[in-house]
Nanobody
Framework: QVQLVESGGGSVQAGGSMRLSCAAS????????MGWFRQAPGKEREGVAA????????YYRDSVKGRFTISQDNAKNTVYLQINSLKPEDTAMYYC?????????????????WGQGTQVTVSS
């Protein structure tokens, strides 16, 4: 099955930037969408960004547009999430996910494969 490993999380002050990475290995040909999701304590998991890997088309949650950028490096089978102007409300566990023929790119239920997550903590 597809294996996903996130990295790049950590603690940062508000206003800072961070780049998360998601390395995909094994059977990535089975998927054509990659997404980034986050889940804060006591809240539901929500999609923040996604990319259709075949064309590079991107999708963003309204609340993160202009601050989050998803990108891919096909040679490295890696998807990135650049986060700028971090806010305390961005604090969450961030997950990478992979799916096939996704209808709703920011809906967690559309994705079959998930990474273990990387924690992002933003202090004010």
């Amino acid at each position: 099955q597809v294996q996903l490993v996130e990295s790049g999380g950590g603690s940062v002050q508000a206003g800072g930037s961070m780049r998360l990475s998601c390395a995909a290995s094994r059977y990535t040909y089975r998927t054509n969408y990659m997404g980034w999701f986050r889940q804060a304590p006591g809240k539901e998991r929500e999609g923040v960004a996604a990319i259709y890997t075949a064309s590079g088309r991107t999708y963003y949650r309204d609340s993160v547009k202009g601050r989050f950028t998803i990108s891919q490096d096909n040679a490295k089978n890696t998807v990135y999430l650049q986060i700028n102007s971090l806010k305390p409300e961005d604090t969450a566990m961030y997950y990478c996910a992979a799916g096939s023929d996704v209808w709703r790119p920011l809906w967690p239920g559309e994705y079959k494969y998930w990474g273990q997550g990387t924690q992002v903590t933003v202090s004010s």
